[in-house]
């Protein structure tokens, strides 16, 4: 058997396990990786980062209709909770052929059963498997079924997770000296992948949770865009959680958009203080110094880190508090944000990062008719009752998908 922690970082299984994937004795070293040893040198179990990749290689494969199932469970949920369009990130559950993915949309869209609009993060991490998606057609803004399946950015992972200690940051964790935490690339083969889509006219979109990992992910961007100017091409940052005033101002001149998930604190807060220390915390998820700094702030919920619940992620963002209701105050209530900002988090600015801001994403002529019915006025609601509120009725293009009463 095997248990995956919450972030989805580390992957702990038990000797049947091990003896399985042939490491009871021992285990290699993996880039990007740690296969944590007892002091006998024999693995315990443990796998983090890239070395999940010896547990998950040795499950069998999804077939086509497996994933179809899991898309169509995923779509109720999401449908459930208001929301029309998923950013998702699916290649990396059939990590041995993203066709399969792909197949599945189609006979969906052909079967008449995708109801909601999907922009898939295309995780390809390596240079090899970057080359042959390009050779097969694909890029950015490929889509299926007018739209409801669309190709969006390359999806790579710098770094691992604040829970797990794998996030990288510039200095070690200030509970656990000796970690500063895991890259997940050697640097050229980071900056080489960015390069590739890069001047492929690709979208990139890139997991940084550490300052450390921001840092890594800006330099390959800028050094891209140095070398092959591009107009337009809305590269961006997952997370950015543990930043400075001058990263966000360098994200503001590479003109980023910040990907942010104010849910995230719900957890966050019980580790933030011991993880990264008085100072690196005083600027860590620094939400409202994103919209100051106009970096485009798209809201997401990480799924399955986090469920799929707008009103709860909002709630987090306007109070900086976990669902208990703590910290009485907020935590940095400073860096709250606005019900507007919010609103525009899990809207408009979601378009933006689809290059879609004039079909949808806002209610105006000739845009597309999605929005939700909820159970009270939002703006008459005090932000600790935002989550609270419920989901009536969810529409996409004028048509209604979803009906709590049925």
């Known amino acids: 058997m095997c248990f995956v922690r919450t972030c989805g970082h580390v992957i702990v299984t038990n000797s049947k396990?091990?003896?399985?994937?042939?490491?009871?004795?021992?285990?290699?070293?993996?880039?990007?990786?740690?296969?944590?040893?007892?002091e006998n040198g024999r693995p315990l179990g443990i796998f983090r980062e890239r070395a999940r990749a010896c547990i998950l290689d040795a499950i069998p494969e999804k077939e086509t209709e497996e994933i179809k199932e899991l898309i169509l469970l995923a779509q109720e949920e999401a449908l459930a909770n208001?929301?029309?369009?998923?950013?998702?990130?699916?290649?990396?559950?059939?990590p041995t052929n993203y066709l399969k993915v792909i197949q599945a949309y189609r006979e969906l869209i052909d079967e008449g059963k995708l109801k909601i609009r999907v922009y898939e993060q295309c995780n390809l991490p390596s240079?090899?498997?970057i080359q042959d998606f390009l050779d097969n057609g694909y890029h950015t803004?490929?889509?299926?079924g007018?739209?409801?399946f669309t190709l969006g950015p390359l999806k790579l992972l710098s770094d691992g997770a604040l829970g797990a200690r794998t996030a990288y940051?510039?200095?070690p964790y200030s509970d656990e000296p000796s970690q500063r935490g895991m890259l997940l690339f050697e640097t050229e083969d980071l900056k080489a992948m960015v390069k590739k889509c890069h001047e492929a006219g690709m979208q990139i979109a890139i997991h940084a949770i550490g300052d450390g990992a921001v840092d890594e992910v800006m330099d390959a961007i800028e050094e891209a865009k140095q070398n092959y100017h591009r107009l337009n091409e809305r590269h961006g940052i997952i997370h950015c959680q543990v930043t400075t005033p001058a990263q966000l101002e360098r994200m503001k001149r590479l003109d980023l958009i910040a990907y942010i998930q104010p849910i995230f604190l719900n957890y966050d807060l019980k580790i933030l203080d011991s993880r990264l220390g008085e100072k690196r915390a005083a600027t860590a998820y620094d939400w409202k110094s994103v919209f100051d700094k106009e970096l485009h702030p798209t809201g997401s919920s990480d799924c399955p880190v986090e469920t799929l619940n707008i009103m709860e992620n909002i709630y987090a963002a306007m109070t900086r508090k976990d669902l208990n209701g703590n910290p009485q105050g907020g935590w940095k209530p400073e860096q709250n944000l606005s019900l507007e900002q919010c609103l525009r988090?899990?809207?408009?600015?979601?378009?933006?990062?689809?290059?879609?801001?004039?079909?949808?994403?806002?209610?105006?002529?000739?845009?597309?008719?999605?929005?939700?019915?909820?159970?009270?006025d939002i703006a008459k609601t005090g932000p600790d009752d935002i989550k609270d509120i419920k989901i009536e009725r969810t529409y996409l293009a004028g048509k209604k998908l979803y009906d709590m009463n049925r």
């Open 127 to 129: 240079v090899e498997k």
């Open 169 to 171: 940051l510039n200095e």
């Open 345 to 376: 988090l899990f809207t408009i600015n979601s378009a933006y990062a689809c290059f879609a801001e004039e079909k949808k994403g806002s209610i105006r002529k000739g845009k597309s008719a999605d929005f939700v019915v909820i159970d009270r």
């Open 146 to 148: 007018d739209g409801l």
């Open 17 to 38: 396990g091990l003896e399985m994937i042939g490491m009871s004795e021992s285990a290699p070293e993996i880039e990007g990786g740690q296969i944590d040893l007892d």
């Open 141 to 144: 803004g490929w889509n299926l």
């Open 82 to 94: 208001g929301i029309v369009e998923i950013h998702s990130d699916d290649f990396k559950d059939v």
